[in-house]
């Protein structure tokens, strides 16, 4: 990978983190605890809510999962040691990368491991 792929991968990475953050704000909101005031949860039943509150609570923890993979990928590139597979050492090709700069595994590897799953 040249540096302008990785400065690429990089910005992209930066992007994401920002999206993230901004979406685990934003999903901490709907997360909180279910008010038990029928005013503040206006015509939305309490079982709807508690509803929204757990696919809150579940894109929250995704949204952790990815800001994890993100940061290290991030942790990689200080560490120069980004666009290599973690399983065979293979250099991950720069489109994979630019499609998801938090990719830790190069293709092969990954379809073999969601052929384990
Ligand atoms: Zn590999």
Redesign the pocket.
């Given at each position: 990978m040249n540096s302008d792929q990785l400065e690429q991968c990089h910005e992209a990475l930066e992007k994401l983190k920002q999206e993230l953050s901004e979406e685990i704000s934003s999903l901490e909101q709907s997360a909180r605890p279910v008010v038990l005031d029928q005013q503040a949860v206006g015509r939305v039943s309490r079982g709807d809510a508690l509803q929204q509150q757990n696919m809150a609570l579940a894109n929250l923890q995704q949204c952790h999962q990815r800001m994890h993979e993100v940061l290290h990928a991030e942790q990689k590139i200080d560490e120069a040691d980004y666009g290599y597979?973690e399983?065979?050492d293979?250099l991950i090709s720069p489109p994979r990368l630019l499609a998801r700069p938090d990719s830790r595994?190069?293709l092969?590897?990954q379809s073999a491991t969601e052929q384990k799953n």
């Open positions: 597979c399983s065979c293979a595994l190069c092969n590897c």
